[in-house]
């Protein structure tokens, strides 16, 4: 069995988020991480009356928690070969995961990550799904608000960045053209668009001052989020990893390589369903969850080694 471990973007954050993983003895480590980052437990966090939990800092330290933190319930597992992937900020995680950088590093990098992006952009921005045009389509609406194309999902899916108020614009022009759905998302920040360029080049610069590992003995396949392409040069990877802050990222390509590889089991980790849904359409034949889907740690446990 080929397992591929695909890890959430922001956008799906909510208060149960840590439900399955709160209590599981392997993830305390990285929840005692995410707290000196953050300032306090992420668990309690998420449930705190008022929590922004779609704060850009806050959401990619509580995307890349979670992404760890489910981590350790495959690592539980034992899967015999696996390949791990990520969405925008689940790029970062993915490296975790496949033990270039521990938890404390990741999360720190993340936050790092975020406060290069609210920098660069400033208020007013966001992002918004497109799905039912042509990506052609799409990209053309987008460009004619000032606008970009910031993700491929599929051939009649991707996520644009931009002003909120143009992006609403564009939402309105795709839903009179067809499209099944076009909604501004929680998002507030121009994610993969030339927006942040400066973000890109910060965050190279906070990446360079890292040491990342060599992967141990059976640590999974790293694919790059940007091109769905495997990771066998660290320097290269590392410069996709700080270059898809600002530039369009091929989301589908990703979903290309867990069929090239043969991933017969498709497992998301990190908040919501959103990769899940969009790997049971790349991938029919596919054993398909997300982490969320299942009832308690060692279950979901049982389920990857296919008991």
């Not at 396949?221 to 369009?248: E, H, M, W, Y």
Request: some cysteine; charged content about 20%.
């Amino acid at each position: 069995m080929t397992l591929a471990v695909l890890l959430s973007g922001q956008g799906g954050q909510h208060p149960g988020m840590f439900d399955l993983t709160a209590d599981w003895p392997a993830a305390e480590p990285v929840f005692a991480a995410a707290a000196r980052i953050l300032g306090q437990d992420p668990r309690a966090f998420v449930r705190a009356p008022g929590a922004d939990l779609h704060g850009n800092r806050t959401g990619q330290i509580l995307c890349c928690a979670a992404a760890l933190a489910g981590w350790t319930i495959v690592e539980a597992a034992r899967p015999a070969r696996a390949i791990v992937a990520g969405y925008s900020i689940g790029d970062l995680a993915a490296w975790g995961c496949a033990g270039r950088f521990d938890a404390e590093e990741i999360l720190r990098l993340a936050a790092a990550r975020a406060e290069a992006m609210d920098a660069a952009s400033g208020e007013g921005f966001a992002l918004a799904g497109i799905r039912g045009l042509r990506l052609a389509e799409i990209e053309t609406m987008a460009e004619g608000h000032g606008c970009h194309l910031a993700i491929r999902n599929a051939a009649d899916s991707a996520v644009v960045g931009g002003p909120r108020a143009a992006l609403e614009e564009v939402c309105s022009r795709a839903r009179a053209a067809g499209a099944q759905r076009a909604v501004v998302l929680s998002v507030r920040t121009p994610s993969h668009t030339p927006i942040l360029r400066e973000a890109s080049r910060r965050f190279e610069e906070a990446l360079a001052a890292e040491r990342p590992r060599r992967p141990p003995a059976g640590a999974p396949r790293l694919i790059s989020g940007l091109d769905g392409a495997a990771v066998f040069d660290v320097q290269a990877g590392l410069s996709k990893l700080a270059s898809q802050i600002s530039r369009t990222i091929d989301w589908a390509a990703c979903l290309v390589a867990c069929r090239e590889y043969g991933c017969e089991t498709v497992l998301e980790l990190g908040p919501g369903h959103a990769l899940a849904t969009m790997a049971r359409e790349a991938l029919p034949r596919a054993r398909v969850h997300a982490l969320e889907e299942f009832r308690s740690a060692s279950g979901a446990a049982d389920w990857i080694r296919g008991n």
